[in-house]
């Protein structure tokens, strides 16, 4: 890919993770003083990550612009088109189901969303260590925590995918497209084995610096 296509894509992407953040910061801002039993009092805490990630997208664009093969330039955009994504689909979803209850469709679809997407995000977070900071490997010998991360990933966020039962954040909504029965515990289990899970190779990719 030339420079120059990768600069209208990283921007152009960059650019869309402005205009989701906008909305979603907006669905978090008209939502904040709802009560969500498995936040944990964490609405506003959200709302500030929405605008603390914002600078990540435009950091990784401006990056790519220069050096379209680092891959910590896209690892930035994916982590922040990830967490706009995030923020809007976890405002939605309370406007949808708490805020204004039965005035807007997909409320269940969009807590589906907030409930696996912050896992690809910790794992590219743990890779931007690992790749850190011309964009390749130390040396070869680390290729298989790469692996360890991506399979841990896929693995985490299949299950959150597909697992039935209330989700663990949003206890007041089921997964709408649930078909796997791993126990009433299942969904809150897989949310905190994941979160160790990354974090234990999140410490082998931090040791790699």
């Not at 910061?25 to 609405?43: S, Y």
């Not at 709302?47 to 600078?55: D, E, H, K, S, Y």
């Amino acid at each position: 890919m030339s420079r120059r296509t990768a600069g209208v894509l990283s921007w152009s992407i960059a650019a869309g993770c402005v205009g989701l953040s906008v909305i979603g910061l907006w669905l978090q801002a008209v939502t904040r003083k709802v009560a969500v039993p498995g936040d944990f009092g964490a609405r506003q805490t959200t709302l500030i990550i929405g605008l603390a990630f914002l600078v990540f997208p435009i950091i990784g664009s401006a990056i790519v612009t220069r050096l379209p093969r680092n891959a910590i330039g896209w690892f930035l955009i994916g982590i922040g088109l990830l967490t706009a994504t995030f923020v809007l689909v976890d405002g939605y979803g309370i406007y949808a189901l708490r805020y204004r209850a039965g005035t807007v469709p997909h409320g269940r679809v969009a807590l589906w969303v907030a409930n696996w997407n912050w896992i690809p995000g910790w794992g590219f977070a743990a890779l931007l260590f690992l790749l850190f900071p011309d964009g390749r490997l130390p040396s070869p010998r680390w290729r298989p925590l790469v692996w360890a991360i991506a399979g841990w990933i896929t693995l985490v966020t299949v299950a959150a995918v597909v697992a039935e039962g209330f989700f663990p954040r949003y206890p007041f909504a089921t997964n709408p497209f649930g078909v796997v029965d791993l126990g009433p515990s299942a969904p809150e289990t897989i949310r905190y084995v994941g979160m160790l899970g990354m974090i234990a190779l999140g410490g082998f990719a931090v040791a790699s610096l």
